[in-house]
């Protein structure tokens, strides 16, 4: 089955946080991090149920380079991405 990807507006939000605070420790940084996000979208929509589904319905990307984890939630035919959370932020704001 062929997915769609849908990013909410608040994990959009997160990723651009994420790009400019990485632009400014170092030029080109927040493109290497979009990029990064990117391959793994691209991974979560060719097989959504790789990643680990520890808080049903919710599923957890977690990124190799950047110490960030891609929350998302398998609909239909549809990929929802709810948060681009970066993990050395308080777990207490993980979306639950």
């Given at each position: 089955m062929k997915y769609l990807l849908e990013i909410k507006e608040e994990a959009n939000l997160e990723a651009i946080e994420a790009y400019l605070y990485y632009e400014k420790k170092r030029a080109?940084?927040?493109?290497e991090f979009l990029?990064?996000?990117?391959?793994?979208?691209?991974?979560?929509?060719?097989?959504?149920?790789?990643?680990?589904q520890k808080r049903k319905p919710y599923r957890e990307a977690f990124?190799?380079?950047?110490?960030?984890?891609?929350?998302?939630?398998?609909?239909e035919n549809k990929v929802i991405v709810?948060?681009?959370?970066?993990?050395?932020?308080?777990?207490?704001e993980k979306k639950k």
């Open positions: 080109g940084l927040g493109e990029q990064h996000i990117e391959t793994y979208f691209t991974r979560i929509v060719a097989n959504p149920e790789h990643f680990l990124t190799r380079r950047f110490p960030f984890l891609i929350m998302y939630e398998i609909l709810y948060s681009v959370f970066n993990t050395w932020q308080d777990p207490k």
